[in-house]
């Protein structure tokens, strides 16, 4: 009986380099992936900050992206999983001189179309998040930034110049009847030893009867008091308004319930400031 010409034959070696190339590629495909995907799950994080430097609050639904980035690793960790499945399967027919083609490009197939399903919901997922940025109020008019809840200060954008939020603040104590005890100028006096700084100013301010009796209370709180309101201006040119957190100065001093009302100034003076 006659050997068919083709069987028992060894693949040649171009085969062999073949499907080299081809796990080489499928490796490369599923790094390209993980990477991608790495990217678009910190892509949330990277959107929160921005937020926050602008001084809005960061949205919830930011987390998404952590679901996309992880969808793309996982298909490149699966990715990278077939493609040396099916390599050593190649390479186990090649040896036999087996040099049909297995089987259709269906893995390749089903990837791409994981792939585009992905990429669709990631493009929906922008361009609502796209659309809840602009629809936020905060966005055409800031509300106000805490840098951070253990530093125990509160930052409200300002509507006006340095200058102006200063004169404002005067306006507001002396209609108010609380006595300001000293108008600190930091940038002017950086400015008076040859130093650069944004406008910079610091409002000390208080009413004894007010002061007093949280001081018999809590004596320590004579650190934080009088009262004081910061006016400054940071790098993009935005002013601010930073004062001390009341719930801050109870906590930190271990002042009365029945006494934090006298520590309440500065919150009301500093928005009333920061209005149009």
């Known amino acids: 009986m006659e050997t068919p010409p083709e069987a028992g034959q060894k693949a040649a070696l171009a085969d062999y380099l073949a499907a080299e190339r081809t796990l080489l590629a499928w490796i490369r495909t599923g790094l390209a992936l993980m990477g991608f995907g790495f990217v678009v799950a910190r892509f949330g994080l990277f959107l929160e900050q921005l937020q926050t430097i602008r001084g809005a609050s960061p949205t919830e639904h930011y987390g998404l992206s952590l679901w996309f980035g992880t969808a793309l690793i996982a298909v490149g960790v699966l990715v990278s999983v077939m493609a040396g499945i099916h390599h050593m399967r190649l390479v186990r027919r090649l040896d036999r001189g087996d040099s049909s083609r ?9 990837i ?52 102006a939020a200063v004169e404002k603040v ?32 610091l409002l000390i301010f208080g009413n004894p009867k007010a002061g007093t009796p949280v001081m018999l209370a809590a004596p320590s709180i004579a650190i934080d008091l009088p009262l004081k309101i910061l006016v400054w201006e940071d790098e993009t040119g935005k002013v601010w308004i930073s004062y001390n957190s009341t719930d801050y100065l109870r906590v930190r001093h271990n002042v009365p319930a029945e006494l934090m009302q006298n520590l309440a100034a500065a919150e009301g003076i500093a928005a009333k400031a920061a209005e149009e």
Do not use: C, W
């Open 102 to 110: 297995p089987h259709p490009a269906t893995e390749a197939v089903a």
């Open 170 to 201: 005067r306006d507001i104590l002396e209609a108010k009847g609380v006595a300001l005890f000293a108008l600190v100028d930091h940038s002017g006096e950086a400015k008076k030893v040859g130093m650069a700084m944004r406008p910079t100013k």
């Open 112 to 163: 791409a179309f994981l792939l585009a399903l992905v990429g669709l919901g990631m493009a929906v997922y922008l361009i609502s998040v796209r659309s809840s940025t602009h629809s936020q109020p905060g966005n055409s008019k800031e509300t106000s930034m805490t840098r951070d809840s253990s530093s125990g200060i509160i930052d409200i954008p300002g509507a006006h110049s340095v200058d």
